[in-house]
């Protein structure tokens, strides 16, 4: 018989009251209305809001299942709609709480603090905040803000502050920034828009050059890579294709290694909401088996039929236990 493993889950989403009064207060913002509409529905409404203020029900929860740990961040897309004024300041809001609920459950819980992008520098001191006194274990970031990506140089403070603290990126999808196409049929959710939009956000991060001018930085990738993994191969045969041929033509950048490198290197993905065999064997081979870890997505999938996946995947007794606690423990460097 395995051995029982430690099981933690890294992308597991809350609100506070405080946090939902301020940001549901908030009238003028730059951000998509719909999207923060829909947001605030689903953060006013039962049972998601339950599920989302209530702490207690959500440790009854992980201990029926079978869950030691959750990496908290807030409901996405967290701060990054608002104006810079207003966002810097939910943002510290928000973190002071996240710190005073590990504090008082160090071994259930830890967190990733939330920035505002929008604001480079006051999101660059708070990284370093909230690596430092707040003591927490990497930041969120909900894909774009305003429309931009962190490969354009107004975001080079905080990646810098980032790479400067340690401090892992969960790069969380949002609602795509380019909406016109996505805008019918549901598609600009999590049945497909969000992947699209955090796997742009991931390969603009690998095509830009971005991560040879940070090269310490890791970034998380939720839903096991938001489709990456699957194309690698493809990713790596065009960025040679199109460099060797023109560059100038087909503006591919020249990199110091080859897509794929960058994608083992900078990058950690994630199970969340990915209850399936045959894709996490998948992804294993394509990123390595100490570079997945284990999610739930809470309170948006279910944490029950997450870890009873986990338990009985068909993977290695190496691999789950690296994915279900070693890789996140050295990622978020978690005792
Ligand atoms: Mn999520």
Redesign the pocket.
């Known amino acids: 018989m395995a051995t029982e493993n430690r099981v933690i889950a890294v992308?597991e989403?809350f609100v506070t009251d405080a946090y939902v009064q301020t940001a549901h207060g908030l009238d003028h913002f730059p951000g998509d209305r719909t999207e923060v509409q829909l947001t605030r529905a689903v953060e006013r409404n039962e049972p998601t809001r339950s599920q989302l203020l209530d702490l207690d029900a959500r440790l009854a929860g992980m201990d029926a299942a079978g869950q030691d740990m959750a990496v908290l961040?807030l409901n996405?897309p967290g701060v990054q709609p608002y104006e810079p004024a207003d966002a810097v300041g939910l943002a510290r809001q928000f973190n002071d709480s996240l710190a005073e609920i590990v504090r008082r459950h160090p071994t259930r819980f830890a967190g990733l603090g939330t920035v505002p992008p929008q604001a480079p520098e006051q999101a660059a001191e708070e990284t370093e905040r909230i690596m430092g006194p707040l003591g927490l274990n990497g930041i969120m970031i909900n894909s774009h803000t305003e429309g931009r990506y962190l490969d354009d140089d107004r975001f080079a403070p905080l990646l810098a502050a980032a790479e400067a603290h340690r401090a892992p990126i969960y790069l969380?999808?949002r609602v795509p920034s380019m909406l016109n196409q996505y805008s019918e049929y549901g598609l600009s959710g999590?049945i497909w828009g969000y992947a699209a939009e955090a796997g742009l956000h991931a390969m603009r991060l690998i095509l830009s050059g971005t991560l040879d001018r940070y090269p310490h930085l890791t970034f998380v990738l939720?839903h096991l890579g938001e489709g990456i993994p699957y194309y690698l191969t493809r990713i790596d045969n065009r960025h040679a294709y199109a460099s060797k041929i023109a560059g100038a033509a087909t503006a591919m950048r020249t990199l110091e290694h080859t897509p794929s490198e960058y994608f083992q290197r900078n990058f950690v993905i994630t199970t969340?909401?990915v209850d399936d065999p045959n894709a996490l064997e998948f992804a294993l081979g394509a990123v390595g088996e100490d570079n997945v870890m284990f999610?739930v997505?809470s309170p948006?999938e279910d944490t029950a039929a997450a870890v009873e996946f986990l338990k009985t995947a068909p993977v290695t007794d190496t691999q789950r236990a690296n994915i279900s606690h070693r890789t996140a423990e050295r990622v978020f460097g978690l005792r």
């Open positions: 992308e989403h961040s996405p969380h999808p999590a939720g969340s909401g999610a997505d948006y």
